[in-house]
DNA sequence: GCAAAAACAATCATGATTGTCTTTTATTTT
DNA sequence: AAAATAAAAGACAATCATGATTGTTTTTGC
């Protein structure tokens, strides 16, 4: 590999270790990203190998030398998702500011985006897709998983009264999935979102247990 | 009709007046029972006409011969399950207890059985299949409608304060929708229902006004 | 009874999706 | 420069869903 760049004058290709490699990468993340924007755009059920091969540009053929089968390309699809998911949280919790308006608005933010949606439509696919269950599944439980340990950090004062601590963070996963879910079937009237979120807010609030002192 | 009667001395068929179209409707009703027994079991684009056939135990050639095509027969499905909401709502709200208790459960108890499982496959589906969305979102509406008016009926008190009737009434639905959903996308820690219920219950009476006597 | 109509069943042609296989083109490697 | 390897495109057969067509049985109305 390094004698490539020392026998090779030409400039282009001669600067990269290997340019099929990254050539590679890069179709991959291509035929990803064309599968995620498929979901979001025409659901589950009818992201199918030839739409998503005309969506990334490319013959179905080519598609089919970079991921053996669909479901490999779905399932790298879906790890993905779960990377954007997991790096928009970091984002959100990291920085630095631990007051429940914040929060709440970041991750209000976060699942009105497409991610969500994508993620949704598989979440309710596997319902009655035990493949893809299997796959999508432990995506749901790590993401959920390091939602409650990071609350745990943001809010160490709160541990003593873990059951109220529970039930803000239960109340506010449904409250603001749920308006997700219903602002995408037609179910949500935007005129109520600022006053449920500054309700959820409110409420979060008077969960937490008093500071010793101001 | 009357001679048939007469006719044929043999019992059963001779007291119906019709036997076809009785025979004809309960062949109808079948096969809309099997189209939404599909749409629990396999989702909605997994619903298919040979499926539905053979889960109402008949020839695909007679399905066809009752629903011109897939989408009728999907039509009529969506007519059935929608009267079933209203049916199963009307029951909840005419019981005559204006608690906010008993409708909380009631509401809970309506969304966590199948039909709203099947609306919610079909709401979802119908995000991006135009055609679906032509048939639902009008039935959607009419049943956000009657819920909302049948809202006011039943605390008639509460119209003086109507920003707070709204949020009450949001907040239960994206509450109990968004734990419903969650349920069927294992994204519900059961043990946080009923705290959640609870809870919302609380804060409805929260919002209510305030009798002006006791 | 008997002809018409309805219920039901079976088959056919079409189009879409899937995975495999072969061919062509571009890039490395020696 | 030639052989080897990878990328990309295209062709292929198998499966499945769909709507239409045709044939068979049962019910209906005279």
Same mark, same amino acid.
């Given at each position: 590999m390094a004698r490539t760049a020392i026998k090779t +004058?030409?400039?282009?290709?001669?600067?990269? +270790?290997n340019v099929q490699a990254a050539k590679s990468a890069a179709t991959r993340a291509r035929l990803i990203d064309a599968t995620i924007r498929c979901i979001i755009k025409h659901g589950y059920s009818r992201t199918t190998t030839p739409r998503v091969a005309e969506e990334a540009g490319m013959s179905r053929g080519a598609m089919l030398h970079h991921f053996e089968n669909g479901s490999a390309l779905m399932q790298a699809a879906i790890a993905e998702l779960h990377e954007k998911r997991l790096r928009a949280f970091r984002q959100s919790a990291g920085s630095s500011v631990h007051e429940v308006h914040t929060l709440v608005r970041a991750y209000w933010k976060q699942i009105s985006g497409q991610t969500f949606t994508a993620f949704h439509e598989l979440a309710l696919a596997s319902r009655t897709d035990k493949d893809l269950a299997n796959i999508l599944v432990p995506a749901q439980e790590e993401f959920r998983v390091r939602w409650y340990l990071q609350a745990i950090e943001l809010f160490?004062?709160?541990?003593?009264?873990r059951a109220r601590f529970d039930l803000a963070l239960a109340l506010s996963q449904n409250v603001l999935e749920g308006m997700a879910i219903n602002r995408l079937t037609h179910?949500?009237?935007?005129?109520m979102v600022e006053p449920i979120l500054i309700d959820l807010e409110r409420q979060i609030e008077a969960l937490k247990p008093l500071p010793k002192k101001v």
């Open positions: +004058l030409k400039p282009g290709p001669a600067l990269e +270790l160490p004062e709160w541990q003593g009264d179910g949500l009237d935007e005129r």
